[in-house]
């Protein structure tokens, strides 16, 4: 494992634990499972897991871990502050002490304010006594380092990047993104101060491995680097120094194995101009088919009305990307015989969504055209036939 430093000169593994994907058993985490994973990238030298008060039963399940394998000081805990449910100063110690004792700690070596999007939320938070509330925090050590996380443009990121003295800061950056959200730009300005830069979505969600166009996947097939085409994602993001720490929601063991052993081979400066120049072939391939440049984060979701939003734009994407078929049956398969019904036809338009979107997705729109192309009338009719004889009721006994 290679380390890189944050503010305090402390090592931070450059591969970190995204803990949003553990598998689940039901309703809730597997732990067992997790645990092996997370106890694997552990003894490969990972240290610094990322979680949050909405992934849903990820701190109490890591806390869990953490304990029973006496590593917590052995580990660094990042998590965060649900800004967005924050409408007094007694909310903040409210959540910060429910996210304590999840993790089974009396302290967070990493708080990021979750998701900002605009200055506007920022400044909100500061309203409500933030600043102070960080500050006694960081006086008591009850928070070692305080950050935020960070999805809207590269101007509002800016503002809030420079409004306050910063200890690190997380970003939504992959090879597909460098002119988006905060960007290179973003990610320079940061370095520049001095404020270490974590990266989410290195690989789009997936995206940027699994839904490849054919000719994306050869040209990686080919190249004589013999990288996997996560690993081309993983070693863009290596390959420039302003990275600090590259999560990723590992929920495999093979997955984890991977992504440990491109973190311990990966060199800052190792890309040459044709690196460069297959990875430009690969953002041509894949922009030329894909219909929206939807990431799957699901900060959309719930819908109210049950729309499965991330889940019609990846099979709409998938038309596109892999074949017409292929999106079909994906939609079929994961949205039209679902229990509850999920279709784009159930949107009421009431905009909630697109609030919530980080890339900023006129939603509403692209779901009446996902629609279309996804459900063509003979479709419609197969669909609505089968959810009829997968979901009617059971016969009731009979009374002669
Ligand atoms: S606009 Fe439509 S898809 Fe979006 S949250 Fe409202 S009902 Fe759901
Ligand atoms: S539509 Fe937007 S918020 Fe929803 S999953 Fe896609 S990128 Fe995320």
Known sequence: MKYRYDKGKNELSILGFGCMR??????????????????????AGVNYYDTAYIYPGSETAIGEIFERNHIRDKIRIATKLPQYLISSNAALDRYFKEELTRLRTDYVDYYLMHHLTDVAMWEKLKAVGVLEWIEEKKRSGAIRNIGFSYHGNTENFLTILN????DFCQIQYNYLDEVSQAGAKGLKAAAAKGIPVVIMEPLRGGKLVNMLPENAKAAIRSNSRNWSAAEWGLRWLYNQPEVTVVLSGMNSL??????????????????????FALLEEVKRSIREKEKVGCTGCRYCMPC???VDIPGIFRCYNAMYIESKGQGRSQFIQTVGLTKEPAFATQCIECGKCEQHCPQNLPIRQKLKEADRALRPLPYKVAITIAR?????????????
């Open 22 to 43: 553990f598998t689940k058993n039901g309703a809730s985490i597997d732990l067992d499972k997790a645990e092996k994973e997370i106890m694997t990238a552990y003894q």
């Open 304 to 306: 109210p009305k049950g």
């Open 388 to 400: 009829k004889f997968m979901f009617r009721k059971p016969a009731g006994p009979s009374h002669r």
């Open 163 to 166: 409004d306050y003295d910063w």
């Open 254 to 275: 093979e997955m984890v194995e991977e992504n440990c052993r491109i973190a311990s081979q990966a060199e800052v400066g190792e890309f040459t101009e044709e690196d």
